[in-house]
């Protein structure tokens, strides 16, 4: 797959997502970052604010993300822009990439999660890097399975843990050197 004919798609925050970022510019990959207003992302390369109109198109009953990430949110007016934000990503992107933590019940930990599971509603390949175990996992057949995925789509979504670890950072170099091949000097 030729890395210039491809487009990342991230919030382009601190951690996980600004690592994509730095990969896709290595790479030569088109990146998009949503924001909304007030929203301060880590790289500042093709932000797209997103109007409240667009971000309302994103929308969803935080009682029904609480029950399908089977926790509670009590901040809910904070994180519903976040969430439509990344509605609007996973929307945008066929494959998803995300660093984090799966948790027991199957569900990866934080706003992480909410990509993973808008990934399995929406029937898209889906992989996590868990971080504590230095290990990628993909969904398939309703659970997790070690992996080795590459990026296989000209549009994937890049999100994950503002807490990257050097793991996860080497993580998401080697997913793009794997799929892409090395850098063009």
């Known amino acids: 797959m030729d890395s210039k004919q491809c487009t990342l798609y991230s919030g382009g925050l601190q951690g996980a997502e600004g690592k994509f970022g730095e990969m896709a510019e290595k790479w030569g990959v088109k990146e998009v970052q949503y924001a909304f207003a007030g929203q301060q992302p880590a790289r500042n390369t093709n932000v797209q604010v997103l109007s409240e109109a667009e971000l309302q198109r994103g929308d969803i009953s935080m ?3 609480s029950k399908m ?7 809910a007016d904070k994180i ?11 929307n945008s992107g066929v494959q998803i990439f995300c660093v984090g933590a799966i948790r027991e019940d199957g569900t990866v930990q934080g706003g992480t999660g909410w990509a993973v ?9 889906v992989h996590v890097f868990w971080q504590d175990k230095a290990q990628w996992y993909t969904w398939r057949e309703g659970g997790w399975h070690e ?16 807490h990257l670890t050097a ?5 998401i170099a080697q997913l793009f050197l794997d799929s892409f091949g090395p850098v063009a000097s």
């Open 167 to 171: 793991a996860g950072e080497l993580a």
């Open 117 to 125: 599971e808008l990934g399995k509603l929406f029937n898209r390949p």
């Open 69 to 75: 990430m089977g926790r509670t949110y009590y901040q």
């Open 80 to 90: 519903r822009k976040v969430l439509q934000t990344i509605f609007h990503m996973v």
């Open 63 to 65: 009682e029904l993300v």
């Open 147 to 162: 992996d080795a995925p590459r990026i296989a789509h000209t549009t994937f979504v890049g999100a994950g843990t503002r």
